[in-house]
């Protein structure tokens, strides 16, 4: 049987992926929120053997330019679980996501690559929802960011024999989000391993309190929120790390506003009910932190990570 071709060089797409924020306080490695600032990448197909790497914007002087480039991995991985020969690629990226800032930025590279793949496979073979999600929790290693990337909304990820499952909610149109990003960053693996490997039985049974009454402040009753995002599990212990952010969270929580680290942060996430108060909450935080930090008032995604073909002069 002769194996099938890489796709025909010149063929294109453009994939657009959306930030996360994971945990969102109690949700420890399962709840997840898409936000409305995104990378967008442009993939071509090259005769086989070619690389050409093109970045815009965040980490354009860090991104690595040759075959360990994350995007690019997860293209081959892609390629590589369904027996087809990958083709050469041009990438040309415009990169918003902030890198090491606790909004997914990997993930969104992940999903990048996997959707990318997709469109170059497009009429040869089908990357479905699951086999998508699959794919990028191997990549990413837990599907509580690559979840949302995917999928958009506010998302449950859990894990099973049959692999990474996921459950889309919407979430009610009273929620707000702000993020404060500062201009430090932390490393997910550095942040990660500060959290304890046990917790007391009292501490696991008020996170599972709280991420339950999340999921119903989120979708019901946004009023709910600052008790709703509490957290006894992993956000103390990785304050000494970052004290900046555990200065402006509590800060923010003692005024009322359901603030939380932003995925391993450093960045705060603040989960506002209703436009007037998150920007009650960036007046806060400028009296409160020093050095530069950006607010962003965003939005929720609900689309998820998209892919289309290229057409010459499109947007």
């Known amino acids: 049987m002769t194996a099938a071709p890489a796709p025909e060089a010149g063929r294109a797409v453009v994939v657009r992926v959306p930030a996360t924020s994971a945990n969102l306080g109690p949700g420890f490695d399962t709840l997840g929120l898409a936000l409305s600032v995104y990378d967008e990448l442009t993939v071509t197909a090259l005769p086989q053997g070619e690389l050409e790497i093109d970045v815009v914007g965040e980490g354009m002087g860090d991104v690595p330019r040759d075959a360990s480039n994350l995007v690019v991995r997860s293209i081959a991985y892609a390629f590589e679980s369904v027996g087809r020969p990958m083709p050469g690629l041009r990438l040309q990226a415009h990169n918003v996501i902030p890198h090491g800032r606790g909004l997914g930025s990997s993930g969104a590279a992940v999903v990048s690559g996997l959707l990318a793949a997709k469109g170059l496979l497009e009429g040869d073979v089908e990357l479905g929802p699951e086999t998508l999600l699959r794919l990028a929790t191997e990549l990413e290693g837990h599907p509580d960011n690559v979840a949302p990337a995917l999928f958009g909304g506010l998302t449950i990820a859990w894990m099973d024999e049959g692999g990474p499952q996921h459950k889309q909610l919407i979430v009610h149109r009273g929620v707000s989000p702000v993020v404060f990003v500062p201009e430090s960053t932390m490393s997910t693996s550095v ?41 006894k599990l992993h956000q103390s212990y990785r304050a000494q790390a970052m004290p900046g952010t555990d200065t402006l969270v509590r800060a923010l929580r003692a005024a ?60």
């Open 191 to 231: 942040a990660r391993s500060l959290s304890p490997l046990q917790v007391s039985r009292e501490d696991a049974v008020f996170n599972v309190s709280r991420s339950a009454l999340l999921i119903a402040a989120l979708t019901q009753s946004p009023e709910l929120l600052l008790a709703a995002t509490e957290d």
């Open 256 to 315: 009322g506003f359901a603030a939380v680290v932003s995925g391993a942060g450093p960045s705060v996430l603040v989960l506002a009910d209703g436009p007037g108060r998150r920007l009650e909450a960036a007046a806060l935080a400028e009296k409160t932190v020093d050095g530069a930090w950006e607010a962003l008032m965003l939005a929720v995604d609900v689309k998820g990570g998209t892919v289309r073909e290229y057409a010459e002069g499109s947007t």
